[in-house]
């Protein structure tokens, strides 16, 4: 009988251990688990660092991860919401793999994956930029002839007669032969090296009372109206898709690249 | 010309560590200054009191409850002469800039609405439940987010400057020193704190094919402002932003998003994003061609010159910011670097004849404003005071005339030289 208290106390010590390392087992699981949840979706990657600085000299105090503001149908959760919602991004490709696992060792944060498709009839609609050798320059002619009358209507009042500016304005012509003078003049004439940005700057932001609202047309005769005023071109040239990337700039050879600072520049 | 003497340092705080009354950096912090009591006292005068039943003095403000909240905050209506300030184009008002005052402003964060403006053609109205982001061109899969997705992307926030390729411009072009204040000489240049997402999340959501090695960013503004950007930095620090110190960013700061292009000319951080395209090579847009390049003196021009060099001005005191008395005083100014931190100021009140280093206000941020302080006696006597910054490349502030030998008659963009302030013997500073 008196050896009763001792078993007693021994099966409930047994009991107890037994009940602790239950309850270890299960945070044990918990924690083990964790990975394989989030290995569904991009959640992880939504909560880690976005890109690592490349070359840090000493940590940036400043450079802090800002949790994402919460969307209103997000508010609770938004990274799990995000991965309920969201498929894995489609196949990101052999290339940004091979990127970032082969050539750069830069760590890159991956977003959720909300971007949209978007068609080629959408981007056609909306890209407005002609670089240099006129890809993208739309369908349509014009002549200095033309391009005088619409310089007469939506142009001269900001920038005087035959773009000559004058009392304030925007000089547009005249300028040549400055350039290593002690007062240079920089104009369309004398400094702009490629004549399909002037027909880009038109198109998207002239005049700048109502940008956008010349046609194709009407850009083009503009383009060459300004163009034949030093005699860029000869009066009576045809400008169109073909012919405006073929026009020589009398400043083309005028620029040097800085991009990536020569290393002679540097001190 | 050869190189300013350096005045050897000396821990003796409260004795001259340069000429002209320059004190150590740390001298106002372990009361090497204390001797300047008497003679800098400054006279208290103005102070209302009212009287009350208990008999103790109160100012007014004291004795009646004070207005109740408000819905948005306001700086104090005695704060009211601290505004941008800007020159009307009555021809084109929505082109031109407005400046932020910073001989009225200390620290180094820029209050939003003291951020500086450069619009091509106006403030536009946006609504971002329409507004949409494009990313095409050298790209596998062409994407378009609207704002709500953009909202669940990760975050990040970091404090960075932003410059106007022509700010201090005045200063390099003026046949003489511009009688102007910092705010009319070097106003183009804030700096906040930028929240929004790394730009190569975004370019690598869409797959960038191996030649691309430019993107072209364009606004949704009047102008549908456009620069081509070097796809290196585009994935590198670049920060597609939607905030600024905490707040949605303001409409005239490119709401409701803009690019943040650390360290590089402000033209680059194309507001009211609203497309990007991947490019091989530059598109040469009428920013990067015909503005925002530098004429050379052989007549060729610098193009994509796009990192600000390093740069400090001191903004107390400065032209407008005069002293009332011989006596100590506190230089203080900013300085930065498009190439990462600042590691030193040396200031001046010999005009270049002998530096002293400045104190610099931490955390020193690459690529952000940093404050520097030194305390200076000043006796009465006429002085040309000067600061010169270093950045963690090396590079050190240029002068004026060493700056514009590399360039063409009247060319100013990129300017960051250094700036001469003169006081005269009654403390009026002007610029020279």
């Known amino acids: 009988m008196s050896r009763a208290p001792g078993i007693i106390f021994g099966f409930l010590a047994i009991v107890f251990l037994v009940l602790i390392l239950w309850s270890r087992r299960d945070d044990t699981a918990v924690v083990m688990t964790e990975p394989e949840l989030t290995e569904e979706g991009p959640v992880d990657l939504v909560a880690g660092p976005a890109v690592a600085d490349p070359v840090p000299a000493a940590p940036d105090p400043a450079v802090t991860p800002a949790p994402a503001p919460a969307a209103p149908d997000a508010a609770a959760a938004p990274a799990a919401v995000a991965a309920a919602e969201t498929p894995p991004p489609a196949d990101p490709g052999p290339a940004t793999v091979v990127a970032g696992a082969v050539e750069a060792p830069r760590e890159v944060a991956r977003g959720p994956g909300l971007g949209a498709p978007a068609t080629a009839e959408e981007i056609a609609r909306l890209n407005i930029s002609i670089p240099p050798d006129g890809r993208n320059l739309p369908p349509g002619r014009g002549t200095s002839a033309e391009g005088a009358l619409v310089f007469a209507q939506q142009c001269v009042a900001c920038h005087g007669s035959r773009g000559a500016g004058g009392d304030g304005m925007v000089t547009l012509t005249g300028g040549l032969g400055t350039l290593t003078t002690e007062r240079p003049v920089k104009t369309v004439s004398s400094f702009w090296p490629h004549a399909t940005t002037l027909f880009d700057y038109i198109r998207r932001a002239m005049p700048l009372n109502a940008p956008q609202s010349l046609t194709d047309d009407q850009v083009y005769a503009v383009v060459a109206y300004l163009l034949s005023v030093d005699d860029i071109i000869p009066i009576g040239t045809v400008l169109d898709q073909t012919t405006l990337p073929l026009v020589e700039m009398p400043n083309r050879d005028g620029f040097v690249n800085w991009w990536p600072e020569p290393a002679a520049a540097r001190n | ?432």
């Open chain 2, 1 to 432: 010309m050869p190189p300013p003497k350096e005045t050897e340092f000396t821990e003796a705080l409260g004795e001259p560590v340069a000429g002209n009354g320059l004190l150590h950096r740390r001298a106002f912090l372990r009361g090497g200054v204390l001797f300047a009591g008497a003679a800098g006292a400054v006279s208290v005068a103005g102070v209302s009191i009212a009287a009350n039943p208990i008999g103790i003095d109160a100012p007014p403000s004291m004795l009646a409850p004070g207005r109740p909240f408000s819905p948005y905050g306001s700086p104090a209506a005695t704060e009211a002469a601290v505004i941008r300030s800007f020159t009307l184009n009555e021809r084109a008002p929505g082109t031109g800039s407005s400046r932020t005052p910073h001989h009225l402003l200390n620290g180094t964060i820029t209050p939003n609405g003291l951020h500086f403006e450069r619009h091509h053609n106006g403030v536009p109205t946006i609504d971002p439940a329409e507004h949409r982001l494009y990313i095409h061109g050298l790209v596998d899969r062409p994407l378009v987010f609207s704002m709500d997705a953009l909202m669940r992307y990760p975050m990040e926030s970091m404090i960075r400057f932003v410059e106007c390729a022509g700010n201090s411009g005045a200063a390099a072009t003026a046949l003489n020193p511009p009688r102007n204040t910092v705010q009319g000489i070097h106003g183009l240049l804030s700096c906040s704190e930028w929240t929004g997402i790394r730009l190569a999340v975004l370019l690598d959501e869409a797959g960038i094919q191996p030649d691309a090695n430019w993107i072209l960013a364009e606004g949704a503004d009047a102008a549908a402002m456009s620069r081509s950007i070097p796809l290196e930095k585009a994935m590198d620090d670049t920060l597609l932003a939607l905030y600024q110190n905490g707040e949605a960013i303001r409409p005239e700061q490119g709401y409701p998003m803009r690019l943040l292009v650390p360290g590089f000319q402000g033209n680059l951080n194309v507001k009211w994003l609203r497309r990007i395209e991947l490019t091989n090579g530059p598109t040469h847009t009428k920013d990067e061609t015909s503005k925002y390049s530098e004429l050379m003196p052989d007549g060729t021009a610098r193009q994509f010159w796009l990192e600000h060099g390093v740069k400090s001005f001191i903004a107390r005191p400065s032209y407008g910011v005069n002293l009332s008395g011989p006596g100590l005083y506190e230089i203080s100014g900013l300085a930065w670097s498009g190439y990462g931190r600042i590691t030193r100021v040396e200031v001046s009140a010999d005009n270049g004849a002998s530096w002293a280093d400045a104190a610099l206000g931490e955390p020193i941020v690459p690529k952000a404003l940093t404050r520097f302080r030194l305390p200076w006696e000043w006796s009465g006597q006429e002085a040309v005071v000067m600061s010169r910054a270093t950045d963690e490349r090396g590079n050190v502030q240029p002068t004026r005339d060493v700056w514009r030998t590399d360039f063409a008659p009247g060319q100013g963009y990129m300017y960051n030289g250094i700036q001469n302030w003169a006081v005269s013997a009654t403390g009026e500073v002007t610029n020279v």
